[in-house]
């Protein structure tokens, strides 16, 4: 995969004339839609050739700013700027490539001929045209279905087949807005696969998600969102560190009375999973997390469990994810 | 269980608006169509317009000019304007002309020596001939005016007429001899066997006849336009039908633009190098090729199946085929671009087109129509079209006649895809 997608940089959409080496500059960006503001300062620089994930439940602002960055969305305030260009100039539109989260494809139209139609609106003409349509058929490996009809593609086929469109004209940035959304296991890593061939030819990338392990896959930095705003943004590990330091998290499944359980976590500063079970009696089963300065102290919380008549049944000590550094920040679930 | 069925089914339909509006507003808005076109409010006979030329200049003559100017049923032309004069008195090759034109369906000519025998008494006194040039594209008209001609001249009692001025001549004048009587009741006889004759005749010979003489005033008809009536009556409908379907071809192909902006595919055609102008420039190219060829399928079809004389009109088609399929287009890229949803779409084009085609011609001829429903037809796309390719195809007009419909044409696509290109900067951005 990696050699088939090595000409995407050697024949990437170059700009004329010569612009700035920073593929994307936000500044201060601001949208409202109508009492809503949807997006409230933004600043962000993104490195050429990393894969930058911006991370956030619906309704962050996300697509907002992905939609504003591709010209689709006229900010009320701020800058943003693609390679020196403004966003929506011409330079812009064909440094940027774009696979929005809807099936933004022609449903009548077979797979080849949707790659046709867009490399045209693109600018793409005659052999490179050609060569643009073979690449990404090979890229989404849909060469043995590119004659089919798009709607009767299957659903990871389709969501391929959006991407492909999207970067038909070889652009050096481009932005994938859920490019998940609703695929199975295997199209998920097919997907990924092709994320990578991406990074790997130095094409620099957004990817939004709120899929957790695929930002700790993919990117190399990741911006959490919320309510509008960058909450934080660093790499995976700066985010973790900054968030917990060298703490870890460990997590503890018990048996006991519902006010010892209680006391128990309470005392550690820990809270509860969302498994709590009656299990009979007056007994309740559950998980429980805890975040601990160093492993020595995990033999402490099991003293104590033992002390107050709790059974603990199963524990697992981890460093924190970014699901953890979500929670710490914004004090909900990712997919609340 | 069926209750609430049937409740669930009409709270759907009252969210729907699209369903409403197709389930009782066209209904009720077709209805006062063809009520305000057939219904009592209005005259049962449309007003006909009728250039006269009076060749005599006789008492009478001018008497009969006079009595038809004074028929509320016809609109009486006697002159003209040319070349920036205006009230010159028609002659009879302005009158043929109007008729080919078609801005009067019926003209009357009333030739030298008429004052001196302007009615017909039976076979031994001839009247001199009145000459009708008319426009079989209308078939009411020339009826009319023939009607409303014989009305001065009492049409049904003639025999009549004729019998009490041979009693006035009798009592006045002492009566005749045996060789005269015999003479005038033969005369009579004729008369009575002609009238009987007259009344057996069926209708339509009648109404086809050149040589109408059906009362006291002689006729000589003659058709000037769309001699050969069925095959340009065939043309007609191919226009009429051509046009309706032509509108909601345009607006449903226009409605991609809305599937198009609800799947994504709009935006990130425009976050390309494609811009909103370009985008429907593309479309009104598109279902404008569309609309046109959808037309000459419908003309070769009638050239095929109804022997309709298409392939001598090719220059006249082309002209008003493309005017006419670059206005329904635009015209269905406006609906588009104004409507939110497909199902809107549907609606409202389908209420817009019906009615556009009710009041335009498309389900019948417009001169069937009072004249402010005529009127309020030049307000739609069918009625210009129609009127083009009515020229073209029943009138045999040169192409250069055609530049009203095509300027009228023209300039409503202009002004439709400005106003969509504006209503369209709503998906832009955001």
Redesign the interface.
Known sequence: MTSSAAPVAQAATRLEPPLAQTPLRVDGLVKR?GQITAIDGINLELRAGECFGLLGPNGAGKSTLI?AI?????PDSGRISVFGAPAAS?WA??A?G?A????????RLTARENLYA?GR???LKGAKLREAIAWCLNWATLEDRAGEIAEKLSGGMKRRLNMA??LI?RPQLALMDEPTVGVDPQSRNRIFEMIEALRAAGTTLIYTTHYMEEAERLCDRVAIMDHGRIIALDTREGLVESAFGKRSQVKARVNGRPQAVAAWVKSHGGRYADDLAQTGGESISGSAEFTVENPSQIAMLLDSAAATGLEVVDLSLRRPTLESVFLHLTGKELRD | MILSIARTALVALRRDRAALALAFILPVAFFTIFAVIFGGQHNATPRVTVVVVDQDRSEASRQLVAGLEQEGSLDILTTHSVRGQSAVPFDFAAAQAAVKAGDAPVALIIPKGFGDRPITLGPALPGVAIRMLNDTSDAIAPQVVMGLLQKVAMVSMRERMAQLGLDYAAKEVGGFTPGQKKRLEDELAALHREMEADANRPSGAQASSSDDFSGLIKVDRSAVAGESQNKNVISFYAAAIGVMFLLFTASGSAGSLLDEAESGALDRVLSSRVTMGTLLGGKLFYNTLLAFTQLVVMFVWAWAAFKMDFFSHIPGFLVMGLSSAVTVAAFGILLASMCRTRAQLGAISTLLILMMSAIGGSMFPRYLMPPAVQKAGLFTINAWAIDGFTKVFWRDLPISSLWPQVLVLLTAAAALFLVARRAARRWECA
Not at chain 1, 70 to 74: D, E, M, N
Not at chain 1, 100 to 107: G, H, V, W
């Open positions: 839609f939609r591709v010209g689709r969305v006229i011409p539109r064909a940027l774009w929005p989260q809807e099936l933004a494809i022609y449903p867009f609106y693109a600018g469109v999207g004209h």
